[in-house]
Each structure stands twice: as C-alpha cells, then as structure tokens.
C-alpha cells in the first residue's frame, strides 16, 4: 500500500503542482528553472536539442551539458530529472543529441531521447527539426499486477517529431517551437495521444542585463513565464516567474559561475499553489565547452590584438550580431548609430577584426558626416562610396566620392571624406586623364578596353558608371557593345533596348539592335560560303558594335570585298559600305 501512496503521490502531486504531464519537463534544466521557464528565444547551451534545435544552427563551438534536478523536495518519492546534452556545429547547420531520464522511486519513469538539427537560413534566421524517441513504465506491485491497465505491459514506446524558428536581431530574439506535431500515442492499453506543445516567446538584451517571456500552450492549458538575468563578469543572477491554468503560480531564482572551459548553474522553483510542505524544485547543471569546431580547421587570421580567453563564444556570437547590424545601419545611412554598435560590439569582444577595422573607418566619416540616409542623390552617391569605404571594396569607394566632390564641390564634408578614402587606397585615385571627371574617365576607359579586347574590363568600367548614374545611355550603349564583343547576344540586346526607351529613335541604337538581329539570323547568301567569309563577317560585326572608328570599318569592307567579289556574291557588302558612307 506504501507504493500505491507514493504512486499517487508522484504523479498526482506532480501534475497538479507543476501543472504538467508526461514528458512536461523535458530539457528543464537550472538555467531555465532560474529564469521562471523562459527558454523559446534563447534556449542556451546544448540543451536547445530538447526545446529549440532552431539554437543550434547559432552555435559555433560544441558543448556538453548535464543536470540533475529533485523535483518537489520534500515529497517522499520526489521525482529526481538527469539530463545530458552534446551539441556539434558544421559548416551550414548545427545538429544536437540529448537524453533525460526521469525516476520516481522505482514506482514511474520517462526517458527520452531527442535527435535534432538547426539551419540559418537567412542572416539571424533559422529553421529546426527534432525526433524525440519516448518511452515511460511502471514498476510492477501488487497494485499493477491487478490493474486492468498494465494486462498489456508497463511500458510504452513512442516517437514525436517538432518544428520551430528562431530570429536574432540584437537586441531582440524571438523563437517559437510547436513538438510532437504528430501527436504520438502514449496510452498503455487504450489510445491516449499527446497534446500538440506550442512554445512561443521573446527576448531583449542590453549589455549585462537579459529579459524573457514565453507563452506555452498545451490543449486548454496555458502558461505564462518570464524571467531576467544580470551577468557579472564570470557570476550570473536569474529571477522569474510562472503563472497559467489550474492554479499555477511559481516564483523561481538561480546562479551561474563560469571557470575556463566549464559552467555551473543552480536553479529553483518555488510553488506558490498546491500542497504545502515542500520545499521546490532544485536543479543543478555543469556545462562544458568542448572547443571542438564543425566543418573545416578554422583560418588562422591576423588580429590586431590576441584573443582574450576570457571572450565566450556567446560573446563572441553576440559582437558579430552587434556587427551586423551596425553593418545594416551604416548602408542605410545611419553613421552616428553604426558607430554606437560598433562600440557594443567591441565593448563585447575588444578582438573582433571586422568591428575594429569599421569602427576605425566609421569614426572618420560619422565625424563629418553624421547622417546620408535621405533619398535626394546626395545620399544615394554618399551611402554608396561610404559603404564600399568601409567593406574595402577601393575602386567603387574612391570613383564615387570623388564623384560626389565634383557634383558638390563646396561640400567640406564631402571633401573630407573623400580625402580619407583616397588615403585608405592611393592605388585607385589616379586619373588616366586629370581634365576628365569620373563618369568621362570610365567611359574613356570602357572604350579602350573595347578597342583593345579587354571585354570584361570594359564590363566593369560601365557597371561602375551605372552604379552611380543608372540612366547614362553612353554607357549601356558601351556595356552592350561589349558584351555582343564577347558573343553574349541576349545580354547586348537586353542593355541596348534599356538604353533605348531612355532614349528612343536613337538611330545608333537601332542600328545595333539590327545589327544583333543580323547576327542571330544571318543572310543566307552569305551560309552557303566557306567559312572564313563568315567567320569575317562575324569578326566586322563585333568590332562594328563595339563602337570601332569608321575609317577603320571602311577598310575591313574594302579588303573583304576585294577577296571574294570573284567567288560569291558582294551585295551585301557594296550595301554595307554605302551605309558607312563611302
């Protein structure tokens, strides 16, 4: 009768103070606890596997947890929770492996284990999936024996299978997590499917501090919690708390210290509903970074200064975010502010390379320029030339501030700026011509590149210009030129019938488009011959578009109808030399 009543106890007790089922706690460890149950926007640590794979594709380094947790203590036959969780990261995507046991006193138990996998698939964006195996028994007694329940066994298998997203834009996190989607059957005897789990919830950090909230929903059963963390250098403190249906109401508290590789974490649930007498849930937890990267054997890059071990790898994840979205700031114009990240960031992590070399760079233009962010042209040119300043990328960087510096030449600001960027790359600020200004330079390189059959270069010269003025006809008229040069027919017409609605009956542009026709339906006259004559009149087209001068197109038509006005007939040629005017 003893075990009856711990039975009773165990499970009854447990269900109504806790407000749970089975499987209810799963992946609940000390930092959870501690912060009331708050874990859908920051799972943390290999545990993610139970409540969030989404966590995992964030992770760069593996881990290795393990908890033990007494439920209701003070409650003879008090449930006891282990846990043990790895996490590993590849190249794209984070898989995890975990398993929790749960005993109460040889009368109930519940094992689970949980293989599951997270993705990024846009930039702070992941996509998660888990299978968690169950199974849960029951110690046999003189109460199971004649328990019409237990005729077919005292154990149950089971698989469940969940989905959930994680968003991460510091200071904010989001995630949301719906398990056992498939509702698997739980019921010893008689069909009894478990209810689909919907965890959604947020969280906003700032420096040391870290706020969550979660919304769970099981069927008619909801729950609410939210908690709060302060980081003290190695030393953390957590708070929260719990309410929801059927009289739940929980205040919670934890600790955590971090020593080298290792962290320990104590956590505790108090009820404040149920049966009286007990004395909470008690969890302890001992993670470890194990250092091991996925993929392949990191590059060893040059730092301005060594890597401190005392950064974290969640500190480190959390400049590159702070990174990041200084990154979106300053494209969007917003200099000031990208610098007040940038300073997070390495507030964060003082060896971040990237924030450092911004930072360095994003100093000297929010000093003059505090603000490009408007939509006049201004703006636009600035946005564009800061931008490439910042990622390295000199040649867009230099061409466009000293564009900006002659259309606003009594710009100090502008000039300023400009200055810098011409110092940050001396190799990209000669002009082949000093009397001509950017647009004319590039073009007159376009040209040249043309003449000489640099084809790709040319390419690059007006793709430059188009950046800068997207409707210069000179040079869409060029870009198509050269790439019908290189034989890439569509892509000349596609640019030439853009530079022809910005300038229509432009009689240069409709030669060429005919000229493009010509050469995808070529007259047959000119099919049946051999085929050094095509291969000629192939060689004239291409020099024809890519603007060559027509003393010279005159010569080519000369020498041709020379060589074949006795084997074939030249018409075509005598119309094409009338048309060059000779």
């Not at 849960?136 to 469940?160: H, M, S, W």
């Not at 059963?221 to 403190?237: E, N, Q, T």
């Not at 000199?394 to 300023?416: F, H």
């Amino acid at each position: 009768m003893m075990k009856i009543f711990k039975l009773t106890i165990a499970v009854i007790v447990f269900s109504f103070v806790s407000g749970e089922a089975a499987f209810e706690r799963v992946g609940m460890n000390a930092r959870v606890t501690g912060m009331g149950g708050a874990l859908a926007a920051r799972p943390g640590g290999a545990t993610a596997v139970f409540h969030n794979p989404s966590a995992l594709a964030f992770y760069e380094e593996s881990k290795m947890d393990s908890s033990f947790s007494r439920l209701l203590w003070g409650v003879e036959g008090g449930p006891q929770l282990g846990m043990l969780s790895l996490s590993y990261p590849f190249d794209s995507f984070g898989v995890g492996l975990g398993w929790q046991s749960l005993r109460a006193d040889g009368i109930y138990y519940e094992d689970v284990v949980v293989l599951g996998g997270g993705k990024e698939v846009m930039e702070g964006l992941s996509a998660g999936v888990s299978l968690s195996f169950y199974r849960l028994g029951y110690g046999e007694d003189e109460y199971t024996a004649i328990n019409p329940v237990f005729a077919d066994g005292r154990i149950k298998q089971t698989a469940g299978v969940g989905l959930g997203a994680m968003l991460k834009r510091y200071p904010y996190s989001a995630g949301l997590w719906v398990d056992n989607i498939n509702r698997p059957d739980m019921g010893l005897r008689h069909t009894d499917r478990h209810p689909v789990k919907v965890r959604a919830g947020g969280g906003y950090e700032r420096k040391s501090m870290y706020y969550a909230a979660d919304l769970y929903v099981e069927e008619r059963d909801v729950k609410f919690s939210a908690g709060a963390s302060r980081s003290m250098g190695d030393f953390v403190l957590r708070g929260g708390g719990a309410i929801g249906t059927g009289s739940l109401y929980a205040l919670s508290m934890g600790m955590g210290y971090s020593v080298g590789m290792f962290t320990v974490d104590y956590g505790f649930e108090y009820p404040l509903s149920g049966i009286g007498g007990m004395y909470g849930t008690h969890s302890i937890d001992v993670k470890a970074r194990l250092g091991l990267f996925g993929g392949d054997e990191p590059e060893v890059v040059e730092k301005p200064m060594p890597v401190s071990d005392k950064v974290s790898a969640d500190d480190r994840r959390k400049s590159r975010m702070l990174y990041a979205r200084s990154r979106e700031k300053w494209r969007e114009g917003y200099y000031e502010k990208a610098r007040e990240l940038l300073e997070e960031s390495l507030e964060v992590n003082p060896d971040n390379s990237e924030a450092l070399d911004a930072e360095r760079k994003i100093s000297r233009v929010s000093d003059r320029i505090k603000d490009a962010s408007g939509d006049e042209k201004r703006d636009v040119i600035l946005r564009q030339g800061i931008d490439a300043y910042i990622r390295g990328e000199g040649e867009m960087a230099v061409a466009a501030m000293m564009y900006a510096g002659e259309l606003w030449p009594g710009d100090d600001s502008i000039a300023e700026v400009a200055a810098e960027v011409e110092n940050e790359f001396p190799e990209e600020s000669s002009r082949d011509v000093p009397e001509l200004g950017v647009i004319e330079q590039r073009l007159q390189r376009a040209l040249e590149a043309i003449y000489s059959g640099s084809y790709m270069s040319a390419v690059e010269n007006c793709w430059l210009v188009l950046r800068l003025e997207p409707e210069e006809t000179l040079a869409l008229k060029r870009l198509g030129s050269a790439y019908f040069a290189m034989g890439r027919n569509e892509d000349a017409r596609n640019i030439w019938n853009i530079a022809l609605e910005l300038e229509p009956g432009d009689e240069e542009l409709v030669e060429f488009l005919e000229m493009e026709e010509e050469e995808d339906a070529p007259d047959e006259r000119w099919e049946i011959e051999d085929d050094d004559f095509r291969q000629s009149m192939r060689y004239y087209r291409r020099l024809k578009a890519s603007g060559t001068d027509r003393d010279v197109l005159k010569r080519i038509i000369r020498r041709l109808i020379e060589r074949y006005e006795d084997a074939l007939d030249v018409e075509p040629l005598l119309y094409e030399k009338e048309r060059l005017g000779e």
